[in-house]
């Protein structure tokens, strides 16, 4: 049976199967919150900032969402 597109694009998504919330976890336990709000200045990362705030703000914020995962797809490549 043939891929759809959609499938041969997750294929290649390298975060197909990794939830934001991960995505956050692993540069906050990597960065510190101080140093993610320094690379991505957005109040969820500075003004009292916490998992349950930040993924609240990324999910209705698709231009912080893509920094916040081209950041990560940033630090797998460092790895």
Same mark, same amino acid.
């Given at each position: 049976?043939?891929?759809?597109s959609?499938?041969?694009n997750?294929?290649?998504?390298?975060?197909?199967?990794?939830?934001?919330?991960?995505v956050?976890r692993?540069?906050e336990a990597?960065?510190?919150?101080?140093?993610?709000?320094?690379?991505?200045?957005?109040r969820?990362?500075?003004n !009292?900032?916490?998992? +349950?705030?930040? &993924?609240?703000f #990324?999910?209705? %914020?698709?231009?912080a969402? !893509?920094?916040?995962e +081209?950041?990560? &797809?940033?630090? #797998?490549?460092? %790895?």
């Amino acid at each position: 049976m043939p891929q759809t597109s959609t499938s041969q694009n997750q294929h290649n998504n390298p975060l197909h199967g990794i939830t934001l919330e991960t995505v956050v976890r692993a540069l906050e336990a990597k960065f510190g919150w101080a140093e993610l709000a320094a690379r991505i200045p957005v109040r969820c990362f500075s003004n !009292d900032p916490s998992i +349950a705030s930040s &993924l609240k703000f #990324l999910r209705k %914020t698709p231009w912080a969402r !893509d920094k916040v995962e +081209a950041l990560y &797809l940033l630090t #797998l490549q460092d %790895t």
